[in-house]
Structure formats: structure tokens, C-alpha cells
């Protein structure tokens, strides 16, 4: 049996691969701050000038979608929140495409490492990443929220802490996805250019053709039905059911579960589906890749 071979068949040796890599880039990440810091500015601009602009002419849509009389800053922190996992979840294949270019990537490829430790290490690394930038934007939620009712926000998250914490897996559960595209981008392509363009290319249509920043009801019909299958329409719901501690879904029509469930329950059936299905591929990628291939 070969060294590469009895690492792959032994779980330890998996987990220590994947500790290996999710160090490496926690590292990488903290040695240059301004990575979270101006990944972080995008979506604190949404927020900013966003409730600034609609705050004043969607009350009306958003207490007919939500079904009561609700602040835009409380809206908008969940669809804020998903934002900000896919924005992490796009500079994962830049990464990547660096390692490429500066060959660590051929090195972690002849050693006996475990191509998928290798995703894993560095997606978990990304998971970090997400759960500091989604409780900041949670924070800075409520201080506008604070500002704008004159210092009583009241019920902000009406599910408690739990409903919080509950935020934070749902933007990172649909992290996975993004992150399995777009590592697969930088694998396909191997140019950081091309692997930010296709990214990019998939990111803003997503984000303006789904539930983020308008109730759906107020959108042509033709965005609804694009929406109903656009993965951040259920990332933002199951984030949004949480906020209020209702069923928000506004694409599938669910009753058997009850309440946030009702929402909570499809969202996550999809989002699980795209991760598995994403995360093989990228793995697959990574296992087919040859050190030639990563020149």
C-alpha cells in the first residue's frame, strides 16, 4: 500500500489533512485583513444606502409579504447577511487560482494529501470567515435599527439568540455551494481574471433576481419565475424566517410542517442538494487535477 494510499484509507489521516489546510488559510486570512475588511464593505453599502433609498416607499409591500407592519433594516439584514456568505464564498476560487499561480497548489498535489481535505480544509476556513462578517452585519443591524426607532428596536431577531445563531448556519450552509463554483471556476480556468469575471457573471443576476431586496409580489412576473429557482431566494427566506419567526417562503407553498419550519424545510432541502452536488464536482476536479495540469 503506498503512503498516499494508507493516508486516503485512514480517517485521522483525512482530519489531520483537512486541520492542515483550514490552519493555512485562517492564517493566510488574518495575515491580510483587508481581505474581511473590504469584502465586508460591499455589503455594509447594500445596507446603508439601500434602507436609506427603499426604506421609505416598501413599507407597504413588505408588511403584505410579511404579513405585519415591519422596519426595512430588519428586511434587509437577512438578504445583507446571504450577501455577504456569497461574496466570501467568490474570493475562495481567488485564492486558489493564487496558490496556482505561485505553485503550492502542484506541491499539495504530489504530496500524499487527500484532495478532498484539501477542498475541506479550505472551505472550513471560508466558514470561519462567514460567521465573523455575518455577526458584524447583524450588529451594525441593529445599531441602525437603534437609530432609526429612537433607541427601542424592540423584538430585532424575533426567533432570540437561537434565531441568530440559526442566521449564521443558514449563510454558511449556503455558502458551500458558491464556494464549490467557485473553486471549480479556478480549476477550469486557472487566471484569477477569468475565474473573478465568471463569478461575477453569476453573482449580481442571482443576488437582483431573487427575494433580496423587494418582496417578489412587487417584481414582474418573469423575475417570480426566476426566483423560484434561484438558490439565494431560499437562502435569504430560511434567513428571513428566522428574523421575523414566521413562514416568509415565497416560492414554494408549504403547510406540513408549521410556522418558521415551513420555510426552514424546503430552503435547506435545496441549498443541501446544490452543496452535495457542487461539492462532489469540485472534489472530482480537484481529484482529476495533475500537477501538470495545475502549471
Known amino acids: 500500500m503506498s503512503a498516499e494510499t494508507g493516508r486516503k484509507a485512514d480517517g485521522n489521516g483525512f482530519l489531520t489533512d483537512t486541520w492542515i489546510n483550514l490552519k493555512r488559510w485562517a492564517l ?16 455594509v453599502m447594500f445596507l446603508v444606502l439601500f434602507t436609506e433609498v427603499f426604506g421609505g416607499i416598501t413599507g407597504g409591500a413588505i408588511a403584505g409579504s410579511i404579513g405585519a407592519d415591519v422596519s426595512y433594516v430588519t428586511y434587509l439584514v437577512p438578504a445583507i447577511a446571504i450577501q455577504v456568505s456569497l461574496i466570501a464564498a467568490t474570493t475562495s476560487g481567488i485564492g486558489l487560482v493564487e496558490d496556482i499561480e505561485n505553485g503550492m497548489f502542484e506541491k499539495a498535489l504530489v504530496s500524499p494529501m ?24 447583524l450588529t451594525f443591524g441593529y445599531v441602525l435599527l437603534w437609530f432609526e426607532t429612537g433607541g427601542d428596536p424592540g423584538d430585532y431577531v424575533a426567533t432570540g439568540l437561537l434565531g ?16 464549490a463554483f467557485s473553486n471549480i471556476m479556478a480549476l477550469v480556468t486557472r487566471d484569477d481574471e477569468s475565474t473573478m469575471i ?17 418582496p417578489l409580489d412587487s417584481l414582474p412576473g418573469w423575475v ?3 426566483a423560484a429557482v434561484n438558490p439565494i431566494t431560499y437562502g435569504v ?10 413562514d416568509v417562503m415565497t416560492v414554494v407553498d408549504v403547510s406540513a410542517f408549521g410556522g418558521v419550519w415551513n420555510t426552514l424545510v424546503p430552503a435547506l432541502l435545496v441549498l443541501g442538494a446544490l452543496d452535495l ?7 472530482y476536479f480537484m481529484a482529476r487535477a495533475t500537477s501538470a495540469e495545475a502549471r
Open 277 to 283: 452536488a457542487l461539492g462532489s464536482v469540485a472534489v
Open 114 to 137: 487527500h484532495r478532498g481535505a484539501v477542498f475541506l480544509g479550505k472551505s472550513l476556513s471560508e466558514v470561519l470567515r462567514i460567521v465573523v462578517q455575518i455577526c458584524i452585519i
Open 224 to 226: 417570480r419565475a426566476v
Open 237 to 246: 427566506d430560511a434567513a428571513r424566517a428566522l428574523m421575523f419567526g414566521r
Open 164 to 179: 441568530a445563531v440559526g442566521i449564521v448556519v443558514v449563510g454558511i450552509f449556503f455558502s458551500v455551494w458558491f464556494t
Open 198 to 214: 465568471s463569478v461575477n457573471i453569476l453573482q449580481f443576476p442571482l443576488l437582483f433576481l431573487s427575494s433580496a431586496f423587494l
Open 28 to 43: 493566510k486570512t488574518l495575515r491580510n485583513p483587508f481581505v474581511m475588511t473590504f469584502s465586508l464593505l460591499n455589503p
